[in-house]
């Protein structure tokens, strides 16, 4: 089955949920998919744990028939170790997929994924181990690499490897926090236009607006949307959805940890209802402080009520959430605000 077919044979699924680690768990996915998500990912899962630990297997991975389509994503370094993580859920799934993506110090330090990025022919060995021996198909989800030369060989080896979608988050592996920044677009459609597998588009999605502008060639382009939706789980709603009501119709299967992002904004100036919030006891005592909260900011629309996503980027307001601009030119700019950050770090450290 080619990727394109198998794309299709899952409903050519346009709005995806990200994988998040701690987050985008069973409840949530299914909340998402109230709200007009059309493909969910698990989070990322460390495919050795899973390997070692039922407990971890029993935690880590929960799903049920209306979760579907789902794709599990694993991170890992060792094809072995992988193919049997992923064998405990290939029934279970749509498809598996390999974090190559993953920029943060956990993934440094275990050596998975986008620390991968440079190995070419250990991403090759993971990809076709698990396109041989797996029931589903298996897909990949990438960081760009430096040059669009380097990221486009990347991508048409992962593709002759036999990985059937491929996400791609248009930043580097730098890019994260305070450097977040816009994301380019331009590389990924490079990407679309060097490979014959279907490509999701990932990174600076901020609204279903967004998401419309990145529908570029092909037709079949998919957005993938991680820390947006995770603030606002209706990001896909046709209709702004008052985020107060969507945290009441999660209550029955949320808990505190994600109140705090959905309602961040509000618990910003509300400060007394998130004290109340780190105190309650009970999912009656948080559905009290929700709609108290909700009357308190009456009149409020409810697309300024989305805040959390943008805490590191200081420009969201004035800056595009994409740039097109020239693939290089867009690492050399990146760059120098990286410098920049690390000089004021440094000329605070010693006033210090």
Same mark, same amino acid.
């Given at each position: 089955?080619?990727?394109?077919?198998?794309?299709?044979?899952?409903?050519s699924?346009?709005f995806?949920?990200?994988?998040?680690?701690?987050?985008?768990?069973?409840?949530?996915?299914?909340?998402t998919?109230?709200?007009?998500?059309?493909?969910c990912?698990?989070?990322?899962?460390n495919?050795k744990?899973?390997?070692?630990?039922?407990? !971890?297997?029993?935690?880590?991975?929960?799903?049920? +028939?209306?979760d579907?389509?789902?794709?599990?994503?694993?991170?890992?370094?060792d094809?072995?170790?992988l193919?049997e993580?992923?064998?405990?859920?290939?029934?279970?799934?749509?498809?598996?997929?390999i974090?190559?993506?993953?920029?943060?110090?956990?993934?440094?330090?275990?050596?998975?994924g986008?620390?991968?990025?440079e190995?070419?022919?250990?991403?090759?060995?993971?990809?076709?181990k698990?396109?041989?021996? =797996?029931?589903?198909?298996?897909?990949?989800?990438?960081?760009?690499?430096?040059?669009?030369?380097?990221? =486009?060989?990347?991508?048409?080896?992962?593709?002759?490897a036999?990985?059937?979608?491929? !996400?791609?988050h248009?930043?580097?592996?730098?890019?994260?926090?305070?450097?977040?920044?816009?994301?380019?677009?331009?590389?990924?459609?490079?990407?679309?236009e060097?490979?014959?597998? +279907?490509?999701?588009?990932?990174?600076? /999605?901020?609204?279903?607006?967004?998401?419309?502008?990145?529908?570029?060639?092909?037709?079949?382009?998919?957005?993938?949307?991680?820390?947006?939706?995770?603030?606002?789980?209706a990001?896909?709603?046709?209709?702004?959805q008052h /985020?107060?009501?969507?945290?009441?119709?999660?209550?029955?299967?949320?808990?505190?940890n %994600?109140?705090?992002?959905? =309602?961040?904004?509000?618990?910003k100036?509300?400060?007394?209802?998130?004290d109340?919030?780190?105190?309650?006891?009970?999912?009656?005592?948080?559905?009290?402080?929700?709609?108290?909260?909700?009357?308190?900011?009456?009149?409020?629309?409810?697309?300024?009520?989305?805040?959390?996503?943008?805490?590191?980027?200081?420009? %969201?307001k004035?800056? &595009?959430?994409?740039?097109?601009i020239?693939?290089?030119?867009?690492v050399?700019?990146?760059?120098?605000?990286?410098?920049?950050?690390?000089?004021? &770090?440094?000329?605070?450290a010693?006033?210090?």
């Amino acid at each position: 089955m080619s990727g394109y077919d198998f794309y299709h044979s899952i409903g050519s699924p346009k709005f995806i949920v990200a994988p998040m680690v701690e987050h985008s768990k069973l409840s949530y996915r299914m909340l998402t998919r109230k709200y007009s998500a059309e493909l969910c990912y698990t989070p990322m899962i460390n495919s050795k744990m899973f390997v070692k630990s039922e407990a !971890t297997r029993e935690r880590e991975f929960k799903t049920c +028939p209306e979760d579907r389509p789902l794709f599990v994503q694993f991170c890992g370094n060792d094809p072995d170790i992988l193919l049997e993580a992923a064998k405990y859920v290939e029934d279970q799934c749509d498809a598996v997929d390999i974090n190559l993506g993953c920029p943060q110090g956990i993934a440094k330090k275990g050596n998975y994924g986008s620390f991968l990025l440079e190995n070419t022919d250990l991403i090759v060995s993971m990809v076709q181990k698990l396109r041989d021996n =797996l029931k589903v198909p298996v897909t990949c989800k990438i960081r760009c690499l430096r040059t669009v030369d380097a990221t =486009l060989e990347l991508c048409r080896a992962i593709e002759q490897a036999g990985c059937s979608i491929l !996400t791609v988050h248009g930043r580097l592996r730098e890019h994260k926090k305070n450097l977040i920044g816009p994301c380019n677009w331009e590389i990924i459609r490079k990407i679309k236009e060097s490979v014959s597998i +279907p490509v999701f588009a990932n990174g600076g /999605i901020r609204t279903l607006a967004d998401a419309k502008l990145a529908w570029t060639t092909p037709a079949e382009t998919a957005v993938m949307t991680s820390e947006a939706i995770l603030e606002n789980p209706a990001f896909f709603e046709p209709e702004w959805q008052h /985020i107060e009501d969507v945290m009441l119709a999660f209550l029955e299967l949320a808990v505190r940890n %994600h109140l705090y992002k959905s =309602l961040y904004s509000g618990f910003k100036v509300h400060t007394d209802l998130r004290d109340r919030t780190v105190a309650a006891t009970s999912i009656e005592q948080m559905r009290e402080i929700t709609e108290e909260l909700k009357d308190r900011r009456t009149g409020q629309l409810p697309e300024d009520k989305i805040e959390w996503y943008h805490r590191y980027w200081k420009g %969201h307001k004035t800056e &595009s959430p994409y740039t097109d601009i020239d693939f290089e030119e867009f690492v050399r700019v990146q760059d120098e605000k990286a410098s920049a950050v690390c000089k004021t &770090s440094t000329s605070i450290a010693m006033e210090m």
